[in-house]
């Protein structure tokens, strides 16, 4: 069954420092997301993306986030300057046409921030 | 705006007992309703859906019923197991067609002893 995988599964960086999460939506898929769930915490909307940009994002996306899609298959999403309040496990997701208004998740990135 | 309340956990136990996770939710439109599970050390997997009033959801033994009189969603078992050990988040999103996000309940804890 196909899916969307992350990488890294698990990533420690110093604050200040800036970070790269990447992940492979589900191949026929046109709708890319970023969640993030702060441990103890709800999973949280960051951002949507559609035909190459910005569908919708909330308050939390502000302009230390960045999204984009490389290629055909990567979409990444950028911390330019992490903060220790960044610290969450980064869900990336993905749904089509086919699927509706079913998103798929991937197994997530733990970001710490020391 | 929208929201989904989730009865808080941790919802302990014993292994065949009835599990029901309360949800209910407010929504600006019509909603489709969702329930996801995460095991632990993984992401999140769709476990059900309701896209309509009085439709019911179902996947390995659980059951929900959009119920649009009382706002609610809750997610049943009649005999759970100690691989029912999870997380599980309520989540809604309005609008049918693919790229519409989810918001999430804070999710419920079950835990299932032997």
């Known amino acids: 069954e196909p899916e969307v995988t992350q990488t890294p599964s698990h990533q420690v960086t110093q604050m200040g420092q800036e970070v790269i999460l990447r992940c492979v939506p589900i191949?026929?898929?046109?709708?890319f997301y970023w969640y993030r769930q702060i441990l103890g915490q709800k999973v949280e909307f960051l951002v949507s993306f559609y035909n190459n940009e910005i569908s919708e994002k909330s308050e939390i996306f502000d302009d230390q986030f960045s999204v984009e899609r490389p290629d055909g298959s990567n979409f990444t999403l950028k911390i330019r300057s992490t903060k220790l309040e960044d610290s969450a496990m980064y869900f990336c997701?993905?749904?089509?046409?086919?699927?509706?208004?079913?998103?798929?998740f991937g197994e997530g990135s733990w970001l710490t921030v020391v | 705006g929208n929201s989904v309340t989730q009865m808080e956990g941790p919802v302990t136990l014993s292994e065949e007992a009835f599990l029901t996770i309360n949800c209910t939710y407010t929504a600006t439109g019509y909603p489709s309703l969702f329930w996801y599970v995460q095991y632990p050390g993984e992401g999140l997997q769709l476990l059900l859906k309701a896209t309509k009033a009085d439709d019911k959801g179902s996947n390995k033994g659980f059951e929900a019923t959009y119920r649009k009189e009382t706002t609610s969603f809750h997610l049943e078992k009649g005999s759970v197991q100690v691989s029912d050990s999870a997380v599980y988040f309520c989540a809604l999103s309005v609008g049918n067609n693919a790229g519409n996000m989810l918001t999430f309940g804070g999710g419920t804890r079950l835990m299932v002893k032997p």
């Open positions: 997701a993905s749904s089509g046409a086919l699927s509706g208004n079913t998103i798929y």
């Open positions: 191949s026929n898929h046109l709708y």
